[in-house]
Antibody
Framework: QVQLQQWGAGLLKPSETLSLTCAVY????????WSWIRQSPGKGLEWIGE???????NDNPSLKSRVTISIDTSKNQFSLKLSSVTAADTALYYC??????????????????WGQGTTVIVSS | DIQMTQSPSSLSASVGDRVTIACRAS??????LNWYQQKPGKAPKLLIY???SLQAGVPLRFSGSGSGTDFTLTISSLQPEDFATYYC?????????FGQGTKVEIK
């Protein structure tokens, strides 16, 4: 049974850097994408970005290059850094595992295992 | 970015009802569409991927259909544990955008 456990600072001041880490227990690390998603009352679910085991990343351009996602395969962990936070970054942050399935030559993607979530509040 | 729009935003239904939730993409996404269920205080749970493929362990009363820009999630007979918020998500391209959610409430 794969589990994701995440942690990080929950209270930040404006302009600081958000830092979260997610550890993967009980499954393969190399065959998946490792993702970050956040959820706020005003914006619903927002996909932040993802990384694969090779370190290749995709992120959301709406976050204006403030995002860094990294991976440590020796520890089965991946991390999120979001720089220059503002109150608009206040949200519940989730890590998740992204899988791909091949059907009729097409690659389909879904997020099937999620962390427990970390509430991050940005306030002066 | 591809915009995902769900309707309705909320609905009230009774146990045993057939429930349908719609999701529309701002451009064609073929069948690169996922559905998630989220209960209060919990992370989202994947129900359906590739528009109509049931994720392992998900009850057969859940089904998905559609292709192109219009998609539907159907619950054939609503059960008490199905009262939750449902989200669609496109996996056609990054950023992998979500719909705004549909809250299914008890009538």
């Amino acid at each position: 049974q794969v589990q994701l456990q995440q942690w990080g600072a929950g209270l930040l001041k404006p302009s600081e850097t958000l830092s979260l880490t997610c550890a993967v227990y009980g499954g393969s690390f190399s065959a998946y994408y490792w993702s970050w998603i956040r959820q706020s009352p005003g914006k619903g679910l927002e996909w932040i970005g993802e990384i694969n085991h090779s370190g290749s990343t995709n992120d959301n351009p709406s976050l204006k290059s403030r995002v860094t996602i990294s991976i440590d395969t020796s520890k089965n962990q991946f991390s999120l850094k979001l720089s220059s936070v503002t109150a608009a970054d206040t949200a519940l942050y989730y890590c998740a595992r992204g899988f791909t399935v091949t059907k009729l030559g097409h690659y389909y993607y879904g997020m099937d295992v999620w962390g427990q979530g970390t509430t991050v509040i940005v306030s002066s | 970015d591809i915009q995902m729009t769900q309707s309705p935003s909320s609905l009230s239904a009774s146990v045993g009802d057939r429930v349908t939730i719609a999701c529309r993409a701002s451009q064609s996404i073929s069948n690169y569409l996922n559905w998630y269920q989220q209960k209060p205080g919990k992370a989202p749970k994947l129900l359906i991927y590739a528009a109509s493929s049931l994720q392992a362990g998900v009850p057969l009363r859940f089904s998905g259909s559609g292709s192109g820009t219009d998609f539907t999630l159907t619950i054939s007979s609503l059960q008490p544990e199905d009262f939750a918020t449902y989200y669609c998500q496109q996996s056609y391209s990054t950023p992998r955008t979500f719909g705004q959610g549909t809250k299914v409430e008890i009538k």
